[in-house]
């Protein structure tokens, strides 16, 4: 894999990762964020597919590697609110009085 496969393929990532926060609606940040979302969505919703035996949806394969689009979305999605639910719990529970 050569540094500008790489380089989409994070640009993928983080694209997959905003999406997924979108649909949630809990940012955690930037665009670095985005990237690691993207990429942990995409391990966490391909484990998810796999548990359940569905298809790899809209596959991209970008030097090699296949980046499964629509699961890094909803990996993404997944693990921003689990992100989120413990970002509520914390900071609720240092508002309180």
């Known amino acids: 894999m050569t540094i500008v496969e790489l380089l989409i393929l994070l640009i993928i990532a983080a694209i997959c990762g905003a999406i997924g926060q979108s649909l949630v609606g809990y940012t955690a940040g930037g665009c670095l964020t985005s990237i690691f979302v993207g990429v942990v969505g995409a391990y966490l919703g391909l484990w998810v597919a796999r548990q ?6 809209l596959p991209l394969a970008i030097g090699g590697t296949s980046f499964p689009i629509v699961w890094s979305i909803v990996g993404a999605a997944l693990f921003s609110a689990v992100l989120g639910l413990i970002n509520r719990a914390i900071v609720g529970s240092r508002r309180r009085y």
């Open 52 to 57: 359940f035996g569905l298809p790899e949806i």
